[in-house]
């Protein structure tokens, strides 16, 4: 069992930034593929960014590409979202994820935080 604790969201205006925090507990960190999904109101569940269990692979969604950057430390059991250039658009509850395989949909995804709102104002 992993708990995901996130925080860091807030309100900001378009063209600022946020950096997104998760802690992990309940097991071994590095063991798991840690991911960043958003959903919007009235939207479904979309998958914004990965990290693998050393760091080294990430990915993202195509339209956060060069403005979002995820990492990790392993040390401290907690993953980040550095969220840089952010748009109305980028609005929505974000939630924190993990599992021992990289996927794309949520339905991969075996745990997840409870989520921290972020809006950017225009």
């Known amino acids: 069992q992993v708990q995901l604790v996130e925080s860091g969201g807030g309100l900001v205006q378009a063209g600022g930034s946020l950096r997104l925090s998760c802690v992990a507990s309940?097991?071994?960190?590095?063991?798991?593929?840690m991911g960043w999904f958003r959903q919007a109101p009235g939207k479904e569940r979309e998958f914004v960014a990965a990290?693998?269990?050393?760091?080294?692979?990430?990915y993202y969604v195509d339209s956060v590409k060069g403005r979002f950057t995820i990492s990790r430390d392993n040390a401290k059991n907690t993953v980040y979202l550095q969220m840089n250039r952010l748009k109305p658009e980028d609005t929505a509850i974000y939630y924190c994820?993990?599992?021992?395989?990289?996927?794309?949909?949520?339905?991969?995804?075996?745990?997840w935080g409870q989520g921290t709102q972020v809006t950017v104002s225009s």
């Open positions: 990290i693998s269990w050393s760091g080294r692979s990430t």
């Open positions: 309940g097991s071994t960190f590095s063991n798991y593929v």
């Open positions: 994820t993990a599992d021992r395989e990289y996927g794309r949909s949520w339905y991969e995804y075996d745990y």
